[in-house]
C-alpha cells in the first residue's frame, strides 16, 4: 500500500469524494513523512472540534487526523500508551488514544475495533524499535560551516588544557574523516 491508496481509501471511506481535498491531503502527508516512515492503515472518523469526518492515517511513526487542507494533528506512536474504543448513539464508534503527548478523541470512526488494534499493535512496535539499542551512525558530512564550529570548538578545549595534544589531534582526525 502506498500513500495515495492510503488517502484514497478513507475519503471513501469518509465519503468525500473531492478530488482536490484528497490532493492536498496527500500532499500534507508526503511533505511531512520521515524517509523510513511507511503507511500502516487508515479509516475515517471526526474530530470533537470539527463536524464534518476527515480521515485518520496510520504510519509506522505517528497517527495523523487530515481535515480539509488544515495542518494535520500529529500523535507519535512512540507516546502512546493505550487505544480503546466506545460506543456512543450520538457520536457512535469512539477511539480514544492515550499518549504521553495527551489524549485524543476520534468520534463516528468506522471500524473503530480494528482500527484501534492497529494503532495498539504499531504503538507496541514503535516503543519496542526505540528501547533497542542501535549502532552508533556513520558521521553524516559535516557542513562547511558546522565543521568550523566543531574544530572551533575541539581548539578552545586544547587551549584550555582539557584536551591534551594526542586527544586533540585524534578528535580532529575523526572530524575531518
Not at 56 to 74: A, C, Q, S, Y
Not at 159 to 168: I, P
Request: aromatic fraction near 4%.
Amino acid at each position: 500500500m502506498d500513500w495515495t491508496d492510503l488517502i484514497d481509501t478513507a475519503f471513501d471511506v469518509a465519503g468525500n469524494s473531492s478530488s482536490s481535498t484528497r490532493a492536498e491531503a496527500l500532499r500534507t502527508v508526503e511533505a511531512s513523512v520521515a524517509p523510513d516512515e511507511k503507511p500502516v492503515a487508515s479509516t475515517a472518523g471526526r474530530h470533537p472540534d470539527h463536524f464534518r469526518k476527515g480521515v485518520l492515517v496510520l504510519t509506522t511513526h505517528r497517527l495523523l487526523f487530515l481535515k480539509d487542507g488544515k495542518p494535520p494533528i500529529p500523535v507519535p506512536l512512540s507516546a502512546v500508551t493505550d487505544a480503546t474504543v466506545t460506543k456512543s448513539r450520538i457520536n457512535g464508534e469512539v477511539l480514544l488514544v492515550v499518549a504521553l503527548t495527551g489524549s485524543h478523541r476520534f468520534e463516528d470512526v468506522v471500524k473503530a475495533e480494528v482500527f484501534a488494534e492497529q494503532v495498539r499493535a504499531a504503538a507496541r512496535l514503535s516503543r519496542e524499535a526505540a528501547q533497542k539499542p542501535q549502532a552508533a551512525p556513520a558521521a553524516a558530512p559535516s557542513s562547511g560551516t558546522d565543521l568550523l564550529d566543531q574544530l572551533e570548538r575541539l581548539a578552545a578545549l586544547h587551549t584550555a588544557g582539557a584536551l591534551t595534544d594526542e586527544e586533540f589531534s585524534r578528535a580532529k582526525q575523526r572530524l575531518i574523516g
